[in-house]
């Protein structure tokens, strides 16, 4: 079992920036890529981006490239989105997930997830 723990979310104003943590425990944190979501009300969860193992790769979703950083630290069972120049669309909660091994940009592929934390970006 891995368990995830989200921190760092908040209300902030358009062009303002966040920074959120997703703690692990409960196994060899290296051993799993992580991935960034995130659910609007009324809305799917979509991909916002992952991480390898590593943190040698990265991938993000159109709508936060350019903008969004996602980074880990492997001696910390940390993995952080850095968020910049946000906006008001970007409200959700946002959720991390973690996989064994292999990056995915399906939240599907998924097997843990964290409560999430909630993302408000006011106009």
């Known amino acids: 079992q891995v368990q995830l723990v989200e921190s760092g979310g908040g209300l902030v104003q358009a062009g303002g920036s966040l920074r959120l943590s997703c703690a692990a425990s409960?196994?060899?944190?290296?051993?799993?890529?992580m991935g960034w979501f995130r659910q609007a009300p009324g809305k799917e969860r979509e991909f916002v981006a992952t991480?390898?193992?590593?943190?040698?790769?990265?991938t993000y979703a159109d709508s936060v490239k350019g903008r969004f950083t996602i980074s880990r630290d492997n001696a910390k069972n940390t993995v952080y989105l850095q968020m910049n120049s946000l906006k008001p669309e970007d409200t959700a909660v946002y959720y991390c997930?973690?996989?064994?091994?292999?990056?995915?940009?399906?939240?599907?592929?998924?097997?843990?997830w964290g409560q999430g934390t909630q993302v408000t970006v006011s106009s």
């Open positions: 991480i390898s193992l590593s943190g040698s790769s990265t």
């Open positions: 997930a973690a996989r064994e091994f292999v990056r995915s940009s399906r939240y599907r592929d998924y097997g843990y």
């Open positions: 409960g196994r060899t944190f290296s051993n799993y890529a």
